[in-house]
């Protein structure tokens, strides 16, 4: 199985058309949506990890480029730098996926990568800059 997150641009054309549909049914891909910005008759934005055979993954990018749906990987990341970080647990509550989460025990924050959606929640929250977008 093969895991590929991704950024989908769709034209005002194809917002209204059943595109992950056909990514489930036709490609028999796993569709996990991180992020979405979707509004009739206007560019969308679909942030989505894909998983499947690296087969049907392919063919399921090449099926989207044929439509006119641009595909990019997902570029930037999110980093937690452990050392500036107070465990303050401001992060937790912005965090949707708690990829941040608190040990109530020790009081001590973690970060789980494979979580995190890249939303920049917590970017903002963070008052030590603990967290940064890598691009």
């Known amino acids: 199985m093969q895991k590929k ?3 989908l641009t769709f034209p005002p054309s194809l917002v209204g058309q059943p ?5 489930v049914k036709d490609y028999d891909l796993m569709i996990n949506i991180l992020r979405a910005t979707v509004t009739p008759n206007e560019q969308g934005r679909l942030v989505l990890e894909l998983t ?3 087969k049907q993954v392919e063919d399921g990018i090449a099926y989207l480029k044929a439509l ?5 990987p997902l570029a930037q ?3 937690w730098h452990e050392d500036k970080c107070t465990h ?5 509550t912005a965090c949707p996926t708690q990829a941040m989460s608190v040990d109530r025990t020790t009081m001590e924050v973690s ?5 995190c959606i890249a939303c920049e ?3 903002p929250v963070c008052p030590f800059k603990a967290l940064e977008v890598l691009i």
């Open 68 to 72: 006119g749906v641009e595909v990019q």
């Open 121 to 123: 929640l917590c970017i």
């Open 88 to 92: 303050c647990t401001a992060c937790i």
């Open 111 to 115: 970060f789980t990568k494979e979580r």
């Open 5 to 7: 997150r991704v950024v």
């Open 77 to 79: 990341d999110i980093k």
């Open 19 to 23: 595109i992950t549909y056909h990514l």
């Open 52 to 54: 499947g055979q690296r």
